[in-house]
């Protein structure tokens, strides 16, 4: 199975990772590289980017960092245009950037609800806005957004009113793009993860242990809250929404299409 991406070129957006550790689009990045893809790795931070390079580089890969803001229509262009300017194509291209923020619709103020949707669904936008005609001219190519299970679950007593809208409209993008260019050759499928054990959960589980009396206690106590949740007793990683992202862009799914992929270990199906 190995080679599964070989000779493709790949744009992850949200290559870096927000702390320590291993966040989605860097697990996505270095997974792809490994299967034999060139990685275009594109996040907000160059260092970040250039910290997943280096990783590819390590192991033998071929990979170019690029900073860009993906909710900036020009940023994003020029992104497009330098992935096919060192190598004259992008096969695969993978969104992975994302925010979330508290409150109801009474609560979250205007400008937050424009900067989620900005981050979480506009810049998903853009980047296929620039990346479909390479695809088209091609003739072949795979988008793979990463979507949430909180597009089409909302958990009792939490209200991400904005998260929550945000992603469900990935989720309709996704599937607009794919019934609009199927006949062109060109796939798009989103990944709805559930509760992800990444660099972000650490970073909201020392927010919540600040000014607790034991910090180390109170930091443990929202990880297992967390793992609880799952009926897999654990929560997933980045390496299992990285696996999901490689299935749907290689060819083993050559006819799947405008998909939904629930990856979540099983919590969706609970009542």
Known sequence: ??????????????????????????????????????????????????????????????????????????????????????????????????????????QLSEDEWHKVFDVNVTSFFLTAKHVLPVMEKQGKGAIVNVSSIASIRVPKGISYVAYNASKGAVNSLTMAIASEYADRGIRCNAIL????????????????????????????????IRNRASPTGKMGTGWDTANAALFLASDEAAYVNGHLLVVDGGITVRA
């Not at 060139?38 to 910290?51: G, I, K, N, Y």
């Not at 096969?91 to 409150?103: A, E, K, P, Q, Y």
């Not at 990444?198 to 990880?223: S, V």
Request: aromatic share 6%.
């Open 193 to 224: 993860p559930g509760l992800m054990h990444t660099p972000m959960i650490d970073f909201l589980a020392e927010e919540y242990a600040k000014g607790e009396k034991d910090h180390n206690q109170a930091y443990d106590k929202m990880i297992a």
């Open 1 to 106: 199975m190995a080679g599964r991406l070989k000779d493709r070129v790949a744009i992850v957006v949200g290559a870096g990772s927000s702390g320590p550790g291993w966040g989605n689009g860097k697990c996505t990045a270095v997974t792809f590289a490994r299967e034999g893809a060139r990685v275009f790795c594109v996040d907000r931070l160059r260092a970040a980017a250039e910290e997943t390079v280096g990783l590819i580089l390590k192991e033998g890969g071929e990979a170019a960092a690029f900073e860009c803001d993906a909710t900036n229509n020009a940023q994003v262009k020029a992104t497009v245009d330098a992935c096919v300017a060192k190598w004259g194509r992008v096969d695969i291209l993978d969104n992975n950037v994302g925010i979330g923020s508290t409150g109801g619709p009474v």
